[in-house]
């Protein structure tokens, strides 16, 4: 074991240290330099006590050059950082491989945003002229309570269970038509995501 100034006395030696090096180089000696529990700077030619181990140290040739770095050891937290920075790392390559394999282009992600939102259009026209229709069976439904009750007779059961039934039915068509109201916005933003992760996969 070697104190860090002893690597200079060695080199003022001379001819004859130089030979030794040499020697050394040859045979593939190596220093290893750490820091012990006093901070000192210690070089070793038979490893890293395993106190000192952890908190890394570098390994030399018999020239003085550093030829490997061991870091130190991961605290606990510092290896589930790392740990969870890897699995987003994959994640977003992941995600990265398949939005190369659907889309060649930015063009290609304006068209299939410009698709799906006209297809949530349709949907939406769909659900808002079924509404109409139910509210003029609605209507109509309302006219023969009407007529029953100025006959003086009960609204029968039969009529009422059907004004009950088109009200559950513009209300569940009114629920869906929000859905789809959803829908495009999220489908706005995650193809404007998309393109943009596309163009910058795409400019590298």
């Known amino acids: 074991m070697l104190k860090l100034g002893t690597v200079g006395l060695c080199l003022s030696l001379g001819v004859g240290c130089i030979a030794s090096v040499h020697a050394d180089d040859t045979s593939g000696m190596v220093f290893y330099r750490y820091i012990d529990s006093r901070g000192v700077t210690v070089l070793d030619r038979q490893g890293v006590p395993a106190e000192y181990a952890g908190k890394g140290y570098e390994v030399l040739n018999m020239r003085g050059r550093v030829i490997q770095v061991i870091p130190p050891a991961l605290t606990g937290d510092q290896a589930r950082e790392a740990q969870a920075a890897a699995q987003a790392a994959k994640a977003q390559a992941d995600a990265d491989a398949q939005l190369t394999r659907l889309y060649s282009s930015v063009t290609d992600v304006d068209r299939a945003r410009a698709r799906k ?14 509404i109409q229709g139910l509210a003029s069976q609605q209507a109509s439904l309302q006219s023969q309570a009407a007529d029953q009750e100025r006959a003086g007779r009960v609204v ?21 038509i929000q859905r789809y109201q959803s829908a495009k916005q999220q489908a706005d933003k995650g193809f404007a995501q998309d393109r943009a992760r596309l163009q910058q996969l795409l400019s590298q």
């Open 156 to 176: 029968s059961q039969s009529l009422i269970d059907q004004m009950n039934d088109t009200t559950d039915q513009q209300q569940h068509l009114n629920d869906e």
């Open 117 to 130: 939102l006209a297809e949530l259009d349709s949907l939406i026209s769909v659900a808002r002229s079924n």
